[in-house]
């Protein structure tokens, strides 16, 4: 792992996405990497039943980067240089355009960590990060949400 110098984190910074939250900053500080935070918010899960829409976008926009904030607060007081970019789309697919345009050497991604039925079903994001990302992905199943990073 010792040519990883850029590593995104690829989060909907929910508290089921602490565990890669955690994995992402505790990579990024061991190997001296910086960490990019990316969040993808999909429009398409904002529509209510009949087509309308129940949360804006600014909104979710607004209340992503309140947390993307305190995430990036976290990595700088242990000394990991963090940014945020907070995308609106399909998320597996802008997740993989992030990974090629910022040109990173590592993908941390969360998943569910569903039954059986539940990981036939997903349209899974990370299962479409690991299959088009231009550089390996670490998927880290979901964690109680009690851990911290860096401890």
């Known amino acids: 792992m010792g040519g990883i110098r850029r590593i995104l984190l690829a989060t909907d ?21 910086d960490l ?3 969040s993808v918010i999909d429009p398409r899960s904002l529509r209510l039943p009949g ?11 607004s209340s992503r980067e309140l947390a993307a904030q305190e995430l990036v ?12 970019l907070i995308w609106d789309g399909d998320p597996g697919e802008s997740i993989v355009d992030a990974a090629r345009s ?3 050497d590592l ?3 969360g998943s569910h ?3 059986q039925v ?9 299962d479409h990060v690991v299959r088009h990302a231009p550089c390996p992905v670490l998927v880290v199943r979901a964690q109680p949400p009690t851990e911290t990073a860096l401890s």
């Open 118 to 126: 539940g990981r036939f079903l997903i349209g899974s994001v990370s």
């Open 13 to 33: 910074l929910s508290p089921a996405s602490d565990g890669a939250a955690v994995q992402a900053l505790d990579l990024a500080h061991d190997l001296g990497a």
């Open 73 to 84: 607060s976290r990595g700088r007081a242990a000394g990991v240089r963090v940014n945020f």
């Open 113 to 115: 960590g569903r039954s």
């Open 36 to 38: 990019l935070i990316v």
């Open 107 to 109: 993908v941390v991604v």
């Open 102 to 104: 910022e040109q990173v």
């Open 51 to 61: 087509g309308r829409f129940g949360t804006r976008v600014d909104q979710v926009r």
